[in-house]
C-alpha cells in the first residue's frame, strides 16, 4: 500500500473526528501480516460489504474512530473505489457471545473522502443502527448478569420427568441437600430430587430453601429451556401421573 495512502486515511479519519457529534479520537493502525488483520479486525460488526472487504482484501492499515462513551466506528480504504472509504460499527468488547443474539448487525456504508458528506452520512445512517443495537446488546447482557445465579445461589431446575437438579455451591448446600433428599449424580454433577411423590418433593424443597436461607444462600428455581415447536412433532401429554399419587396420599 503507498505510503501516501496511509497518511490519506489518517488524515481523513482526523477530520471526521472533528465534524462527528461528540468527543472523538482516532487510532491509525499497521498490518504487518496478512492474518493479522483478521484478529485486529475481529470486532468489525457487519455481515455485508465491509465484512466481504476484509476478507477478500490484503489489508495493510485501517483506523479506528473512538467517542467518549466508548463507542467505536472501524474505517478503511474502499478495495475498489480510490474516492470512497468503508466505515463499519464496531461491537462492543467484554460482551458476553449470548447478549448479541438477535441482534441484528448494524451493518457498515460506503463513504465519500468528502468528510463534511462523509460525516453526515455516518451521523444520519450508520450512527443510529449502532446505538440501536448497543442498547439491545447492552439490555440482553444487562438481563443476563440479572439471571445468572450468584455464588452464594444454589440453582435448582426442573427436568422432564418432573424432578429437580440442584447445583451445591458449597460443602455447606450440599450437606443440606443431601438431608433433604437429593441424591447426588455424578453423571449429571448435581443433586437429583425425585419426583415420585410430589408432595414430599415440595416439602424437601421448602425446608431446605429455609435451611439454605439460614446460612445466606439463596435459591433460584428454573425451568428448562424450552424446545423450539417442529411441525412434524406430536404434542406431548400432559404428565398427571405424579400429581395425581401427591393427591392420593
Known amino acids: 500500500m503507498p505510503a501516501h495512502r496511509h497518511e490519506e486515511l489518517g488524515a481523513f479519519a482526523a477530520i471526521l473526528t472533528q465534524l462527528l457529534p461528540g468527543a472523538w479520537t482516532h487510532q491509525l493502525r499497521r498490518h504487518t501480516a496478512y492474518d493479522d488483520q483478521f484478529f485486529l479486525t ?12 476484509i476478507a477478500a482484501t490484503t489489508l495493510m492499515h485501517d483506523a ?18 480510490e474516492d470512497t472509504f468503508l466505515i463499519a460499527a464496531m461491537a462492543p468488547a467484554d460482551t458476553a457471545a449470548e ?19 462523509a460525516a453526515d452520512a455516518i451521523t444520519t445512517r450508520l450512527l443510529p443502527r ?7 446488546v ?3 447482557a444487562a438481563r443476563l448478569t440479572a439471571n445468572a ?15 429437580l437438579t440442584a447445583a451445591a455451591t ?28 410430589t408432595a414430599v418433593q415440595a416439602r424437601h424443597v421448602r425446608t431446605a430453601g429455609s435451611q439454605l436461607a439460614a446460612l445466606g444462600i439463596g435459591v433460584a428455581l428454573r425451568h428448562p ?25
Not at 475481529?42 to 472487504?53: G, R
Not at 449502532?130 to 439491545?136: Q, S
Not at 443440606?176 to 437429593?182: D, P, Q, R, V
Request: charged fraction near 30%; avoid cysteine; glycine fraction near 6%.
Open 42 to 53: 475481529s470486532d468489525v460488526w457487519d455481515m455485508n460489504q465491509v465484512a466481504e472487504a
Open 64 to 81: 479506528i474512530l473512538t467517542r467518549d462513551d466508548g463507542l467505536r466506528l472501524f474505517l478503511m480504504d474502499h478495495p475498489r473505489h
Open 99 to 117: 447478549a448479541f443474539r438477535g441482534v441484528p448487525e448494524p451493518d457498515g456504508i460506503a463513504i465519500s473522502d468528502d468528510p463534511e458528506q
Open 130 to 136: 449502532h446505538e440501536a443495537a448497543l442498547a439491545h
Open 138 to 140: 447492552r439490555d440482553n
Open 149 to 163: 445465579p450468584g455464588p452464594h445461589t444454589v440453582e435448582m431446575t426442573w427436568t422432564e420427568d418432573g424432578s
Open 170 to 197: 458449597s460443602d455447606e448446600a450440599a450437606r443440606i441437600l443431601a438431608a433433604n433428599g437429593f441424591v447426588r449424580d455424578s453423571d449429571r454433577q448435581a443433586y437429583v430430587l425425585s419426583s415420585d411423590d
Open 225 to 249: 429451556a424450552a424446545h423450539p415447536a417442529i411441525d412434524t412433532t406430536p404434542v406431548p401429554v400432559p404428565r398427571q401421573h405424579a400429581a395425581g399419587k401427591a393427591r392420593s396420599r
